[in-house]
């Protein structure tokens, strides 16, 4: 009797306890203001971050969700995801106490979806492992490894001159129209890793298509995760893209795989923050970009990398150089944060040398830690000559310059056609980095031989 007492006692004091912690108020704000980007509400209870359902009163009225990005005096701001027409004054906000967050899994692999994990292709996501938070927690510097092992990508000029390393950071800045998505798709498709995480920001609904068709492909995709959010959505889904490619990335790295991060482009992914802040009220600064924009960067680009008891993620991420200024705030503040940056000239493109790689403005800095002695003194040399020419080109081109002036400007005016050619790659082709290093050691080589 005393036991089945004791029983009933323990069961009720669970009961009670899960009560104690249990809030059956639900708090609720009401709206206040609202404009383009941003409303206003009185209340609730709500934390920066959070997710929050507003519903609107009357006949015509809606609902949306918003995200908190604010607070003001006894305000709250918000930023919806999605359109705000039927929302009035005195609409109801609901927190829901929890931030955005998406199901990961295996079953992601081959599909495009949004920036909240929903499917894009019509068919639902089976195989999910559970949920993750999107916007990530710090990692400690020294959880990371060593970058020992090259990233191999198919390209000649890219393999032999710029490597990259598993793990390393690396930025393309061109401006538009000089082969930046041809680059990304080839390296999506023929670079040697286990998953692909792309993540298209602010493009063009047109171009999302022909990207996964003719730029990816079938093969490309299989093994691909592609996260889409077009130019036409708001600010903060645009930013929250960024956060759910990476999210993906940190789960497949989780899972000891090689993943390979494309970012097309973290300027849009910039511009959406300055968005973002400007309608908060933080000041503007280097061309209108807000505090937060330049401060939201490395946060975004630290989580990829090399660590301890994982796989790597190698990130590549496009930055688009406004009116070819490489200059620009975003491009000088990206430059300082990556470990490389691959440069792409309107001036090659405009010749037909395709990747259009300008290899005495690109720079890798994990190269030295990635060649052997051998590649490294292949690639000086090789580096020298460009640059002689580079510094007589005028001369060179108006005919001003006459053979015997320079010994090695001569050596490198005879060169220069055959290292073009060998920097010249069709989008079809793929080289394995170790013959394409043995083709420019040749080629170096006859040069040598030459009298």
């Not at 493009?203 to 990816?216: C, H, I, K």
Request: with cysteine; aromatic share 6%; hydrophobic share 40%.
């Amino acid at each position: 009797m005393q036991l089945a007492e004791n029983k009933a006692f323990d069961r009720w004091s669970n009961y009670l306890g899960a009560m104690r912690d249990r809030d059956f108020c639900v708090s609720t704000g009401r709206v206040t203001k609202v404009s383009s980007l941003v409303i206003e509400s009185l209340g609730p209870k709500v934390f920066v971050g959070e997710l929050c359902k507003i519903t609107g009163h009357g006949k015509h009225a809606s609902s949306c969700m918003a995200e908190v990005v604010g607070l003001r005096d006894r305000s709250v701001l918000l930023m919806p995801f999605g359109e705000t027409r039927g929302i009035g004054l005195d609409g109801d906000v609901v927190g829901t106490g929890a931030s955005v967050s998406i199901g990961i899994g295996p079953g992601l692999l081959g599909r495009v979806i949004d920036p909240f994990g929903r499917p894009l292709d019509s068919h639902p996501i089976a195989d999910v492992d559970g949920e993750v938070a999107l916007r990530g927690e710090h990692r400690n510097p020294l959880s990371r490894r060593k970058i020992t092992s090259v990233f191999e990508t198919g390209m000649r000029a890219v393999d032999t001159f710029l490597p990259i390393g598993k793990g390393q950071r690396v930025g393309i800045f061109a401006g538009s129209g000089v082969g930046k998505s041809t680059l990304l798709g080839m390296i999506a498709r023929d670079s040697r890793c286990d998953v692909n995480v792309i993540a298209l920001i602010g493009e063009r609904g047109r171009e999302v298509g022909e990207f996964l068709a003719q730029t990816l492909g079938e093969s490309g995709l299989a093994r691909s995760v592609v996260v889409v959010a077009t130019s036409d959505q708001p600010a903060l889904v645009r930013e929250l893209a960024a956060h759910t490619a990476t999210a993906v990335a940190e789960y497949f790295c989780g899972c000891g795989k090689d993943v390979l991060l494309i970012m097309d482009s973290v300027t849009r992914f910039a511009m959406a923050h300055r968005e973002i802040g400007l309608s908060v009220g933080e000041p503007a600064t280097a061309r209108g970009y807000t505090p937060s924009a330049f401060a939201a960067l490395p946060r975004l680009l630290e989580r990829a990398g090399s660590f301890e008891g994982c796989g790597s993620i190698t990130g590549i991420y496009t930055v688009l150089v406004e009116g070819d200024d490489l200059h620009e705030p975003v491009s000088d503040h990206m430059r300082a944060i990556l470990d490389g940056h691959i440069v792409l000239s309107r001036d090659l493109a405009n010749q037909g040398h395709y990747p259009a790689i300008d290899l005495l403005k690109s720079v890798s800095r994990l190269a030295s830690d990635l060649w052997s002695k051998q590649e490294r003194e292949t690639i000086r040399a090789a580096l020298r000559l460009l640059s002689a020419r580079e510094r007589h080109r005028d001369m060179i081109e108006i005919g001003a310059y006459r053979h015997g002036s320079n010994s090695e400007v001569d050596e490198a005016v005879s060169v220069y056609p055959d290292i073009e050619r060998f920097l010249m790659q069709d989008p079809d082709e793929v080289e394995p980095r170790q013959a394409a290093f043995a083709k420019l050691q040749s080629l170096m080589a006859n040069r040598r031989a030459k009298p």
